[in-house]
């Protein structure tokens, strides 16, 4: 009898082990928030960008968005890719030369509509001394993508 308890107690064990881990245990990564914080809708008002809050966040392609009130998150969720950055957030001038840069919240302008991050102030400058500079990282980018 008590080779067939230990026998029936290793079986449990086993199968205790190779049991999946519940649902509540298993760790879940909160996703990254995007633009530092700062709420993507802010950028086209004209008091410019602000800080958004965790209250008023939603989760959107792997990352976190924060905003400063349910009205910019609603307009968000309503249409996002007219608030997302171009590029994936990446400098659009480093994009326009071939380089993947990141683009710093901070450093910004709207372009026909558009939001577009740059790397720093001085390559923003850069970019800004050439008009092609959006038209060129758009090509290169749906280069990339191809």
Same mark, same amino acid.
Request: glycine fraction near 8%.
């Given at each position: 009898?008590?080779?067939?308890?230990?026998?029936?107690?290793?079986?449990?064990?086993?199968?205790?082990?190779?049991?999946?881990?519940?649902?509540?245990?298993?760790?879940?990564?909160?996703?990254?928030?995007? +633009?530092? $914080?700062?709420?993507?809708?802010?950028?086209? &008002?004209?008091?410019?960008?602000?800080?958004?809050?965790?209250?008023?966040? &939603?989760?959107?392609?792997?990352?976190?968005? +924060?905003?400063?009130?349910?009205?910019?998150?609603?307009?968000?969720?309503?249409?996002?890719?007219?608030?997302?950055?171009?590029?994936?957030?990446?400098?659009?001038?480093?994009?326009?030369? $071939?380089?993947?840069?990141?683009?710093?919240?901070?450093?910004?302008?709207?372009?026909?509509?558009? +939001?577009?991050?740059? &790397?720093?102030?001085?390559?923003?400058?850069? $970019?800004?001394?050439?008009?092609?500079?959006?038209?060129?990282? &758009?090509?290169?980018?749906? $280069?990339?993508?191809?």
């Amino acid at each position: 009898m008590t080779s067939l308890r230990r026998l029936l107690t290793w079986f449990a064990l086993a199968l205790w082990a190779a049991a999946p881990a519940p649902a509540h245990a298993q760790a879940t990564a909160e996703p990254t928030p995007a +633009l530092q $914080g700062m709420d993507v809708v802010s950028y086209f &008002h004209a008091a410019g960008p602000v800080k958004g809050l965790p209250v008023f966040s &939603h989760d959107f392609d792997g990352a976190r968005y +924060l905003f400063a009130s349910a009205q910019n998150k609603a307009a968000f969720v309503a249409a996002p890719d007219r608030y997302l950055p171009q590029f994936s957030g990446l400098c659009a001038t480093g994009v326009s030369i $071939g380089k993947e840069l990141k683009g710093d919240p901070n450093t910004w302008k709207i372009v026909d509509g558009k +939001l577009y991050l740059f &790397h720093s102030a001085p390559v923003r400058a850069k $970019g800004e001394a050439d008009p092609a500079t959006v038209a060129r990282a &758009h090509q290169n980018w749906a $280069g990339r993508r191809k």
